[in-house]
């Protein structure tokens, strides 16, 4: 057993990052907090941890301390941040893309309801900009980084779309279909002899499929966004 601060923890029945968040008397939180729960999460280096405005003379080696309290009450005691902390700490840390897929899995997640987002008062203009924005409808962080991508240029996206008894990730008017791969997809030959059955299907039936993946969205933006861009000036998203 080690001793700490306000507790004693046997250390191979606890999370390595809450035993960090312990050690210096705060709170696991922000990214580090929402990945534990199931949360997607864009990929981070530290240990986030929730610490007193007036704490003082930390080793902050390997962590994010957010010295900042959430609009929701915690216990003394208390080890990781409610939900709500985690929130705010994230519309906080991050952009604005990364922070609204973080919000969209915990609705999408079912961890939290949309009506309770939008009653809570939040402290920051980022948290009430995510609590505005933020739907179930993204089924990853990826896909909401897309949304929020098109929503910047002007583009709306009616999300998992059903054509021809199947769901799509997005439909851009009326037949322009965006397909979003994610970072650990196709890693076998049945998944993407699937995908590829699916877009024949929607071409025979008069649909335009775009297929960007996980490293397109997340790390070049711009040319997603001019493909998308160019399909739309050309009217591909249109019915003849």
């Given at each position: 057993m080690?001793?700490i601060?306000?507790?004693?923890i046997?250390?191979?029945?606890?999370?390595?990052?809450i035993i960090?968040?312990?050690?210096?008397g705060?709170?696991l939180t922000c990214?580090?907090e929402?990945?534990r729960i199931g949360?997607?999460?864009p990929?981070h280096?530290?240990v986030?941890?929730a610490v007193?405005p007036r704490?003082t003379?930390?080793?902050?080696?390997?962590?994010?301390l957010?010295?900042?309290n959430?609009?929701a009450p915690?216990?003394?005691?208390a080890?990781v941040?409610?939900?709500i902390n985690v929130?705010?700490?994230?519309?906080?840390?991050?952009d604005?893309s990364?922070?609204?897929?973080?919000?969209e899995s915990a609705?999408?997640?079912?961890?939290?309801?949309?009506v309770?987002?939008?009653r809570?008062?939040?402290?920051?203009?980022?948290a009430?900009?995510s609590?505005?924005?933020?739907?179930?409808?993204?089924?990853?962080?990826?896909?909401?980084h897309?949304v929020?991508?098109?929503r910047g240029?002007?583009i709306?996206?009616?999300?998992?779309a059903?054509i021809?008894?199947?769901r799509v990730?997005?439909?851009?008017?009326e037949?322009l279909?965006?397909?979003?791969d994610?970072?650990a997809h196709?890693?076998d030959?049945?998944?993407?002899?699937r995908?590829?059955e699916?877009d024949?299907r929607?071409?025979?039936r008069g649909y335009?499929?775009?297929?960007?993946d996980?490293v397109?969205?997340?790390?070049?933006?711009?040319?997603?966004?001019e493909?998308?861009r160019?399909?739309v000036?050309q009217?591909?998203h249109?019915a003849?």
């Amino acid at each position: 057993m080690l001793r700490i601060r306000r507790s004693w923890i046997v250390l191979d029945e606890c999370d390595p990052a809450i035993i960090s968040a312990v050690r210096v008397g705060g709170r696991l939180t922000c990214v580090s907090e929402a990945r534990r729960i199931g949360l997607w999460t864009p990929d981070h280096e530290h240990v986030h941890v929730a610490v007193s405005p007036r704490a003082t003379r930390l080793d902050a080696t390997g962590l994010r301390l957010h010295r900042s309290n959430g609009p929701a009450p915690f216990a003394a005691r208390a080890t990781v941040d409610p939900l709500i902390n985690v929130l705010h700490h994230v519309a906080e840390c991050l952009d604005a893309s990364s922070a609204l897929a973080v919000w969209e899995s915990a609705l999408n997640s079912r961890l939290i309801d949309a009506v309770v987002l939008s009653r809570v008062q939040w402290r920051s203009p980022r948290a009430r900009r995510s609590a505005a924005l933020a739907g179930s409808l993204s089924d990853s962080g990826l896909e909401t980084h897309f949304v929020e991508l098109m929503r910047g240029i002007g583009i709306e996206v009616q999300q998992q779309a059903w054509i021809d008894g199947h769901r799509v990730d997005a439909l851009i008017g009326e037949r322009l279909v965006v397909q979003l791969d994610g970072f650990a997809h196709h890693s076998d030959a049945i998944s993407r002899r699937r995908d590829i059955e699916a877009d024949a299907r929607l071409r025979l039936r008069g649909y335009t499929v775009l297929r960007f993946d996980y490293v397109q969205v997340l790390f070049h933006p711009e040319t997603v966004i001019e493909i998308v861009r160019a399909a739309v000036a050309q009217g591909i998203h249109l019915a003849a």
